[in-house]
């Protein structure tokens, strides 16, 4: 057993069982933090910003769960639009340099077996690190759009949904991006 397995299974033994929102909130979160974790793998290699930015992305969706309205869309693509900000708003705080030091004295430190498991996870999420920057001439839209489908298996309705676009301009976005991203594949090869 896994001491990420044993550790949820310690807490699972000492709490009453989950009812009402707390259940359902608890159900998206186990089917989706792998997914939204190895989103931002694929965007740092420092485990405890993985920690920190998965971290924020579920307090902000516990905080607003009561919002959240299952029929607009699934609760995965919901996910990525928060972590979508959530990362917008680091890169923003990062550039500035403003929150450097409030993030090092807040940060709790990751125990070895949470680093080496995050560091797994962001070993893991190599080819989807080197897909990103063969993409890097894409434009932002395009680029997000490839990723959330092809590498995190979003739906292109899912996908839509976390960029707040309709089905058939993600479409287009996606079409584009990867005939872009095809032609440089064979330009590197030197294929016709």
Not at 36 to 51: N, S
Not at 76 to 98: D, M, N, P, Q
Not at 104 to 109: D, P, Q, V
């Amino acid at each position: 057993m896994s001491p990420e397995a044993s550790t949820e299974t310690k807490a699972a033994q000492r709490q009453p069982p989950a009812t009402g929102m707390v259940a359902e909130f608890e159900a998206v979160y186990r089917e989706n933090v792998a997914s939204i974790t190895a989103f931002f793998a694929r965007r740092t290699h420092d485990p405890h910003v993985v920690a920190d930015l998965t971290s924020e992305t579920f307090v902000g969706a516990i905080t607003s769960f009561g919002t959240f309205d299952p029929a607009k869309g699934a609760a995965r693509a919901w996910l990525f639009g928060i972590a979508r900000h959530v990362y917008g708003r680091h890169c923003e705080k990062s550039s500035t340099g403003r929150d450097v030091e409030l993030r090092l004295a807040g940060r709790r430190a990751l125990d070895a077996d949470e680093v080496e498991d995050l560091v797994g996870r962001i070993d893991a999420e190599q080819p989807g690190r080197e897909l990103m920057r063969r993409w890097r001439d894409l434009p932002p839209a395009e680029r997000l759009a490839v990723e959330l489908v092809d590498i995190a298996g979003l739906t292109t309705k899912e996908t839509a949904a976390a960029l707040g676009v309709s089905s058939g301009a993600l479409r287009i976005r996606l079409f584009r991006a990867r005939a872009k991203l095809r032609s440089s594949t064979r330009e590197e090869t030197g294929d016709e």
